[in-house]
């Protein structure tokens, strides 16, 4: 039997997968349909201005310890900037700076500090975070958890007051989840919170790129899988899963080519892998059909590059508008004497904005940026890229939770990844990484 592992899909997680694969001395091959690798987290080079460009600003928290590892085993930390504790700067339209400045003492008290300390909060409001602490135990109490709850049912219960919620609670719920928090998973918020708020201080901090996200990672993870003398196929789609007396033998590609493997990691989205499996294979594996079926949620990005700088945070969080992220480019890239001043505005949960025309997306966007910073009125647009990524993840729904598959299926030799999976976390990286290098694991096993 042929002796190497396949690996499907070039994103976290197929990378994640591969890496540990071949680091452990695993001949391995990873086949990414696209012609570059990153998945849905990747850049490209803008031409009128040199800047790259991501498909949507991703970032990463403390609390990803496996994608952190990952990254090191690379050699991709130095491209990353730590945050020292956990602060985010907020705006809203009546033009009220708060932040969210957590002090340097352990967890959870540099939250409750640093809630307690937010300007833009009541003293009522910032009193209810006291409450949080006993919702937690109280969920994991009760039998069945936080299971079938919304995570608007969660901090209601939790004693969390209308204004803690909406200025707080669901700017952290869009953005971990992408999911409004009338839809989201209360189970998956509160995971968000337990690991990032509450176990220890260095986990909340974010952590941003300095670079394009494709320059993150991207190469240096091909060139760490090469290097230990696997392979990494670009442009190369995998059409069908062979199987034979109930194990995988290989995979067909587009052209026609068969490959032979003795296992093999599917790390691409539900409905790809729906589509590369027999019916009948489809049958014995019904997680994956129903996960096929299921909502996305869609993020919009809207890059501009203006006369003036407008912004002198990173980033800022924003209330109360369309826009909920503002990202300064020029703070966290090295652009050099690039053209303009580059702010990347961020949107989940973006259905609003889907299929609408590009001047009314700017046109918004813009409108909000006004409400918030009055220089902006005079500023000139000299360029700008807006990126709808429709299906940037899986509508994490209670309904969702209880049908994510895990690593294992009824093939001794066939292994489940990648974000929609049942990791435990939010569709994000570090569920991707965690979900990739778990199916690597179980796979070297012997599973
Ligand atoms: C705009 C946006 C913003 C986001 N922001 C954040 C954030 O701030 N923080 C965070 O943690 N997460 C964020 N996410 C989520 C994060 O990007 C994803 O969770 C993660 O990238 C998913 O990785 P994956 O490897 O599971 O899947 P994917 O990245 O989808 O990778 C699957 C790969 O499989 C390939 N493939 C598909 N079919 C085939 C085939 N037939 N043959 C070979 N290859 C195939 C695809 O081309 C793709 O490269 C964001 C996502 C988007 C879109």
């Given amino acids: 039997m042929d002796e190497k592992v396949i690996v499907i899909g070039g994103g976290f997680a197929g990378l994640a997968a591969a890496q540990s694969l071949s680091r452990s001395g695993e001949p391995v091959m990873l086949f990414e349909r696209k012609p570059h690798l990153g998945g849905r987290a990747y850049s490209w080079v803008d031409k009128k201005t040199g800047d790259e460009i991501d498909n949507g600003q991703h970032f990463l928290m403390g609390c990803y310890t496996e994608t952190l590892s990952f990254l090191k085993e690379i050699g991709s930390t130095r491209k990353l900037y730590f945050q020292p504790d956990l602060r985010i700067d907020f705006l809203d339209p009546d033009r009220r700076?708060?932040?969210?400045?957590?002090?340097?003492?352990?967890?959870?008290?540099?939250?409750?500090?640093g809630i307690l300390r937010m300007r833009s909060l009541s003293v009522f409001d910032r009193l209810s975070s006291l409450l949080l602490g006993w919702g937690l135990v109280r969920s994991a109490l009760r039998r069945n958890g936080t299971d079938r709850e919304t995570a608007i049912e969660w901090l209601r219960s939790a004693g969390q007051s209308e204004g803690i919620r909406s200025r707080l609670w669901d700017i952290v719920t869009l953005a971990t989840l992408n999911e409004r928090p009338?839809?989201?998973?209360?189970?998956?918020?509160?995971?968000?919170?337990?690991?990032?708020?509450?176990?220890?201080?260095?986990?909340?901090?974010?952590?941003i790129s300095r670079v394009g996200l494709s320059s993150l990672y991207t190469d240096d993870a091909r060139r760490a899988i090469e290097s230990k003398g696997g392979s990494v196929r670009s442009d190369a789609s995998v059409q069908q899963i062979l199987f034979d007396e109930g194990r995988v033998r290989g995979v067909r590609l587009a052209g026609g080519e068969t490959i032979a493997a003795r296992a093999i990691i599917s790390a691409v989205p539900a409905p790809a892998l729906s589509a590369m499996l027999p019916e009948k294979v489809l049958e014995r594996l019904p997680a994956v059909g129903r996960c096929r079926d299921l909502k996305t949620s869609p993020i919009l990005s809207v890059n501009i590059w203006f006369d003036r700088p407008l912004l002198s945070q990173p980033f800022v969080g924003l209330h109360g508008l369309d826009v909920q992220w503002i990202f300064n480019k020029d703070r966290i890239?090295?652009?050099g004497d690039r053209m303009g001043h580059f702010l990347s505005f961020v949107?989940?949960?973006?259905?609003?904005?889907?299929?609408?025309?590009?001047?009314?997306?700017?046109?918004?966007?813009?409108?909000?940026?006004?409400?918030?910073?009055?220089?902006?009125?005079?500023?000139k647009v000299?360029?700008?890229?807006?990126?709808?990524?429709?299906?940037?993840?899986?509508?994490?729904?209670?309904?969702?939770?209880?049908?994510?598959?895990?690593p294992v299926t009824p093939y001794r030799n066939f292994f489940l990844s990648g974000d929609w999976t049942d990791t435990g976390l939010p569709a994000t990286i570090e569920g991707a990484v965690r979900s990739g290098?778990?199916?690597a694991r179980i796979c070297m096993e012997g599973h």
Avoid: W, Y
Avoid at 99 to 110: D, E, R, T
Avoid at 351 to 374: A, H, K, M, W, Y
């Fill in 182 to 207: 009338e839809r989201a998973s209360a189970k998956l918020l509160v995971e968000v919170i337990r690991q990032a708020l509450l176990s220890d201080r260095s986990k909340s901090r974010m952590v």
């Fill in 97 to 113: 700076k708060s932040s969210l400045a957590c002090p340097p003492l352990p967890a959870p008290f540099h939250v409750l500090f």
């Fill in 437 to 439: 290098r778990r199916a």
């Fill in 382 to 406: 000299l360029h700008s890229v807006i990126v709808m990524e429709r299906d940037a993840t899986i509508s994490q729904t209670p309904d969702t939770d209880s049908i994510r598959p895990g």
């Fill in 333 to 335: 890239h090295s652009r």
């Fill in 347 to 379: 949107v989940s949960n973006a259905t609003s904005f889907l299929d609408r025309p590009r001047e009314e997306i700017l046109g918004r966007v813009l409108s909000d940026l006004r409400r918030l910073i009055p220089e902006a009125k005079e500023a």
